[in-house]
């Protein structure tokens, strides 16, 4: 069976797909996916430009005829062929109930899982999935058991507020001290490192570090695996909240450097949502406690997390997703996310009244950026910009709050979004500043 354009687009024909397995998307399917998109070769900076490529990713998404979607960052959205294959899963075991989830459902898992492993570039006990990274990041915070009374632990304003508060909990629970510091603004890589060094050497009896790699408050990316090395080097963990990183950057676990992370896969990998998955490096899941009530094998990551009955269909479309996203290109996607940014941030990053949260440093961000207009810091004043991008230009954003100096709007375009998307948003905040 061939599948041709009109079919991989339109959603008639892609319910007619015959999907089978459990490991990805099918060998025939994969090959049309791949005929369909006919993906160019050559440096990754090359092809995000090329707008006849990402025409044809683009055709793989139904996107609402009533908005531009600039807030990609909440959850992703599954191509047309992941979604696909997400249906038949929810039919299949809906057909086949507890059979399924007695007889077939451990071994499927644990295939996706290994794939989900192999994607990530660990070994498949060192990874357990979650129902999304602040699960993962919230067991790695509260479980994490080499505190002793009166050390420290630490975050920055820009960190996660939900993982700054299990933070919170620790502290309260083992009579440890929190440490808290600003991240500088505007940041560049020596001032972030400097703020890092100082924050550690001000507080020698620091024993766990959050780090949040790509930030979803203003998208920028720290050098976490400098700064892991940094805090090794002082006897502290570090936990890594890589809740956008995976599929928005082309990088492996490793890159990072650390024991302890907590990542998604229904942001930008295209996974359904509601599934994540924390890691925990070989020889360091001893330093993790064993899930409350659990009580399975101390040496077996499983044992850290016990959610009980989960959605069976959710874990099974990961290796379509993951499918899906190599065949758009591992380095190509972030390079086009990349692309639109750079599109719309040039575009105003001069202009009077706008402050950018990102630097253009290549190594310190990734699609997601954020903007302030000036002396407009407050809540009230970021959600009143947020709804003038909706209401008056049908573009939609959100607004982010926690960051030192204020509120802001964060934008995050993905693969269904084109340069003429980019171009209205900068024409909208240069209007939105003027006034």
């Given at each position: 069976?061939?599948?041709?354009?009109?079919?991989?687009?339109?959603?008639?024909?892609?319910?007619?797909v015959?999907?089978?397995?459990?490991?990805?998307?099918?060998?025939?399917?994969?090959?049309?996916?791949?005929?369909?998109?006919?993906?160019?070769?050559?440096?990754?900076?090359?092809?995000?430009?090329?707008?006849?490529y990402?025409?044809?990713?683009?055709?793989?998404?139904?996107?609402?005829?009533?908005?531009?979607?600039?807030?990609?960052?909440?959850?992703?959205?599954?191509?047309?062929?992941?979604?696909?294959?997400?249906?038949?899963?929810?039919?299949?075991?809906?057909?086949?109930?507890?059979?399924?989830?007695?007889?077939?459902?451990?071994?499927?898992?644990?295939?996706?899982?290994?794939r989900?492993?192999?994607?990530?570039?660990?070994?498949?006990?060192?990874?357990?999935?979650?129902?999304?990274?602040?699960?993962?990041?919230?067991?790695?915070?509260?479980?994490?058991?080499?505190?002793?009374?009166?050390?420290?632990?630490?975050?920055?304003?820009?960190?996660?507020?939900?993982?700054?508060?299990?933070?919170?909990?620790?502290?309260?629970?083992?009579?440890?001290?929190?440490?808290?510091?600003?991240?500088?603004?505007?940041?560049?890589?020596?001032?972030?490192?400097?703020?890092?060094?100082?924050?550690?050497?001000?507080?020698?009896?620091?024993?766990?570090?959050?780090?949040?790699?790509?930030?979803?408050?203003?998208?920028?990316?720290?050098?976490?695996?400098?700064?892991?090395?940094?805090?090794?080097?002082?006897?502290?963990d570090?936990?890594?909240?890589?809740?956008?990183?995976?599929?928005?950057?082309?990088?492996?676990l490793?890159?990072?450097?650390?024991?302890?992370?907590?990542?998604?896969?229904?942001?930008?990998?295209?996974?359904?949502v509601?599934?994540?998955?924390?890691?925990?490096?070989?020889?360091?899941?001893?330093?993790?406690?064993?899930?409350?009530?659990?009580?399975?094998?101390?040496?077996?990551?499983?044992?850290?997390?016990?959610?009980?009955?989960?959605?069976?269909?959710?874990?099974?479309?990961?290796?379509?997703?993951i499918?899906?996203?190599?065949?758009?290109?591992?380095?190509?996607?972030p390079?086009r996310?990349?692309?639109?940014?750079?599109?719309?941030?040039?575009?105003?990053?001069?202009?009077?009244?706008?402050?950018?949260?990102?630097?253009?440093?290549?190594?310190?961000?990734?699609?997601?950026?954020?903007?302030?207009?000036?002396?407009?810091?407050?809540?009230?004043?970021?959600?009143?910009?947020?709804?003038?991008?909706?209401?008056?230009?049908?573009?939609?954003?959100?607004?982010r709050?926690?960051?030192?100096?204020g509120?802001?709007?964060?934008?995050?375009?993905?693969?269904?979004n084109?340069?003429a998307?980019?171009?209205?948003?900068?024409?909208?905040?240069?209007?939105?500043?003027?006034?």
């Amino acid at each position: 069976m061939t599948l041709t354009r009109r079919s991989f687009l339109g959603t008639a024909g892609l319910a007619g797909v015959a999907l089978a397995g459990t490991r990805g998307l099918t060998a025939e399917t994969l090959e049309a996916v791949q005929d369909t998109l006919r993906r160019p070769s050559g440096p990754a900076d090359v092809v995000a430009r090329d707008e006849a490529y990402w025409r044809r990713v683009a055709g793989a998404y139904k996107v609402s005829p009533d908005f531009t979607n600039m807030e990609a960052g909440y959850f992703g959205m599954m191509a047309a062929p992941v979604l696909a294959e997400y249906h038949r899963q929810i039919d299949r075991v809906n057909l086949q109930s507890s059979y399924y989830a007695r007889r077939q459902w451990s071994a499927e898992a644990e295939a996706a899982r290994a794939r989900t492993a192999e994607f990530l570039g660990a070994a498949p006990g060192e990874i357990v999935l979650t129902r999304g990274a602040t699960e993962a990041l919230q067991r790695l915070i509260v479980q994490y058991n080499k505190l002793e009374p009166g050390d420290v632990v630490m975050y920055a304003d820009l960190d996660y507020g939900a993982m700054q508060l299990a933070m919170n909990s620790l502290v309260e629970r083992r009579g440890a001290v929190l440490a808290q510091f600003n991240i500088p603004e505007p940041a560049t890589r020596d001032n972030v490192l400097a703020a890092y060094d100082t924050a550690l050497k001000a507080n020698p009896r620091v024993k766990l570090l959050l780090l949040t790699h790509l930030n979803n408050k203003t998208g920028l990316v720290i050098p976490v695996k400098d700064i892991v090395a940094m805090a090794r080097a002082r006897g502290a963990d570090s936990i890594v909240d890589a809740a956008h990183s995976f599929g928005q950057m082309d990088l492996k676990l490793d890159d990072m450097g650390a024991d302890f992370v907590g990542c998604n896969l229904h942001k930008w990998i295209g996974a359904p949502v509601g599934i994540g998955v924390m890691y925990i490096k070989a020889g360091r899941l001893g330093d993790i406690d064993r899930m409350l009530g659990d009580d399975g094998s101390e040496a077996r990551i499983e044992s850290r997390l016990h959610t009980g009955t989960t959605n069976f269909a959710t874990t099974l479309t990961v290796p379509a997703a993951i499918d899906f996203h190599d065949a758009v290109g591992a380095a190509y996607k972030p390079a086009r996310i990349r692309y639109l940014r750079d599109r719309w941030v040039n575009a105003v990053r001069r202009t009077p009244g706008v402050d950018i949260l990102t630097p253009d440093d290549r190594d310190m961000v990734a699609g997601i950026t954020s903007f302030r207009i000036r002396g407009r810091g407050s809540r009230e004043d970021n959600q009143a910009v947020a709804a003038e991008l909706l209401d008056r230009y049908k573009l939609f954003t959100v607004w982010r709050t926690g960051l030192s100096q204020g509120d802001c709007v964060r934008v995050t375009p993905s693969l269904y979004n084109t340069p003429a998307d980019a171009d209205r948003l900068a024409e909208a905040l240069t209007a939105i500043a003027r006034r």
